[in-house]
């Protein structure tokens, strides 16, 4: 007989390596996901809710692998904070946004930085926004976890980027 995870209620089978903690493998991924940031479950749970369950960039849904295992959201923080802290998240992107996204962007010159999509991102982060609060309904099991494949993130983010096309630098 198996157990069950205190997250998504779902079977933690012994041979999974989880048992100890009563966390399948998806939750037990993503709560070590959560806490290099120094977040919990249900303050990830918030700002995907603020966030509207879907890439703060894109509006896409994630479904990546990370480093700590399947993850379904990449942490985005600021890099010029610290090395991620819970004060500095700014948001969950899908991994092509997270990685190509705002990666690229913060690189460019101040005057070619004109997408308004990832400006709001980036002035107002919905990590920061009231509505990113812990509630209620975020405790309990991990939100989104169903995602989508990792080539429907590339393409979204692939289709978000060639909508925008960067004018000219004033130099040029």
């Known amino acids: 007989m198996e157990d069950e995870c205190r997250l998504c209620r779902g079977p933690v089978y012994p041979e999974e390596g989880f048992a100890a903690g009563l966390r399948c493998y998806l939750c037990a991924a993503a709560e070590r996901q959560a806490k290099k940031y120094g ?15 879907a890439c703060a960039i894109c509006g896409e849904s994630p479904g990546d692998a990370a480093i700590e295992g399947p993850s379904y959201w990449q942490i985005d923080h600021d890099h010029t904070c610290c090395s991620g802290c819970a ?11 997270n ?50 494949s990792s080539a429907a993130a590339s393409d979204a983010f692939t289709t978000a980027m060639d909508r925008h096309q960067p004018s000219p630098s004033p130099e040029q």
Do not use: F, K
Request: aromatic letters at 8%.
């Open 39 to 53: 977040l919990t479950i249900w303050r990830v749970n918030a700002i995907l809710r603020a966030q509207g369950d």
């Open 99 to 148: 990685a190509r996204g705002v990666a690229w962007y913060e690189n460019l010159d101040e005057a070619r930085r004109d997408w308004p999509r990832m400006n709001a991102y980036l002035s107002g982060p919905p990590a920061h926004r009231p509505e990113a609060q812990v509630q209620w309904l975020d405790l309990g099991r991990v939100r989104g976890r169903e995602g989508s």
């Open 87 to 97: 004060r500095c998240v700014r948001g969950l992107l899908c991994m092509p946004c």
